[in-house]
């Protein structure tokens, strides 16, 4: 298949890689759509499985790839972990699975930043060189997204004239990004963010540390996103965010202080200050302007998160301008990342103007 010894990117850190899950949680009607397709023999050569980031996509083009393989008849797309097909797709031995992913380069050994075209010519050789052997054959491209054009071109050539007993799985975070005419050959099964349910039950077998509920409500339905957070306590920096705004409309300056302070800390593996306190920034001021329309969201993501909320909007005036705020913050953080603004001093800024309340709007786009 690939080279076992590389670099994963579609592993996300802290979690089991997706050939690794036995289950797909939470994702009923893609599973049965594809079932049902596959076993009344109606099974499309090119499946386009999109959805935001973390709700499963890739743990559905495994299991997908797994029960083709393994001539699997349950609409569930379950297959025993014993199957030789399971050990050998678990191994990345299995003859008749190719992934394409994102490679190393052979210079620096670090990730490349797109999916090349060299990574479609080994596709390409694969399916020539199992035809031999007949019987089905499955690709799984994650993610799709990150071609570049050479890329895609040649696997839009695959689409339009798709090898006999060929079946192509393309993961997709942004399918926007993918050529019209690629999206156009292929059958598109849209994953929805999971339930709090589903959530519970994705995240219970992973050890993750923190209260699985509150991560799952910041999360917003997606198990990539609460382990990512898990994995930068991002529960804490959650419990500080609302502790400040708490404060207002006198908000605790050195409170605020030391949130900008810790925004502005250097980024390692485990993830980014910065990205991590604007993204629960943002799930803030969309929590409050939800709590405006109608109240405080449950359950609540920190200690005494819905007394502050419930507080600071009230009505669907104050949801109007937190939702005006949030929009102009993001902005803010985009163009202050683009001409490189000290982290901590942009934080503080925003906060300063946030500490004036949902009459201020706009305001945080300003500058």
């Not at 975070?173 to 999206?183: E, G, N, S, Y």
């Not at 006198?250 to 502005?264: E, H, I, S, T, V």
Request: glycine residues 8%; hydrophobic residues 45%; neutral net charge.
């Amino acid at each position: 298949m690939t080279d076992d010894a590389a670099p994963e990117p579609d592993r996300v850190p802290g979690a089991p890689h997706p050939r690794e899950t036995p289950r797909v949680f939470g994702q009923n009607s893609a599973i049965a759509d594809f079932a049902g397709a596959a076993l009344s023999r109606r099974l499309h050569h090119g499946w386009l499985i999109t959805g935001p980031r973390g709700t499963g996509k890739a743990t559905l083009a495994w299991a997908m790839a797994r029960w083709l393989l393994a001539g699997g008849t349950a609409p569930d797309l379950s297959v025993a972990p014993d199957h030789p097909v399971a050990r050998r797709v678990l191994a990345l031995s299995e003859p008749r699975l190719h992934l394409v992913r994102r490679g190393a380069d052979e210079k620096t050994g670090r990730l490349r930043a797109e999916i090349t075209v060299d990574e479609i010519r080994r596709l390409l050789s694969f399916f020539q060189m199992s035809a031999a052997e007949g019987g089905r054959r499955v690709a799984i491209i994650d993610a799709a997204d990150e071609m570049n054009p050479s890329a895609a071109n040649a696997v839009l050539k695959l689409l339009e004239e798709p090898p006999r007993d060929a079946v192509l799985l393309l993961v997709a975070h942004q399918p926007a990004r993918l050529l019209p005419t690629i999206r156009s050959r292929c059958r598109e099964l849209r994953l929805a963010p999971l339930s709090p349910d589903a959530m519970a039950a994705a995240l219970g077998p992973l050890d993750v540390a923190g209260d699985p509920a509150r991560l799952a409500a910041l999360a917003g339905g997606s198990v990539g996103e609460a382990l990512r957070l898990a994995g930068q306590d991002g529960l804490e920096r959650y419990q500080q965010i609302v502790d400040l705004f708490a404060t207002l409309p006198r908000m605790d300056r050195p409170r605020a202080a030391a949130l900008a302070d810790a925004a502005g800390g250097r980024a390692s593996a485990a993830g980014d200050p910065f990205d991590l306190t604007m993204t629960l920034l943002d799930r803030f001021l969309a929590r409050a302007a939800r709590a405006g329309l109608m109240g405080p969201p449950l359950p609540e993501a920190a200690d005494g998160e819905g007394a502050a909320l419930a507080r600071l909007s009230p009505d669907d005036r104050a949801a109007r301008g937190w939702a005006a705020a949030q929009a102009a913050l993001s902005a803010r953080a985009r163009r202050g990342r683009a001409v490189n603004l000290d982290p901590a001093a942009l934080v503080m800024d925003m906060l300063m103007t946030l500490a004036q309340g949902p009459e201020a709007g706009d305001a945080t786009g300003q500058g």
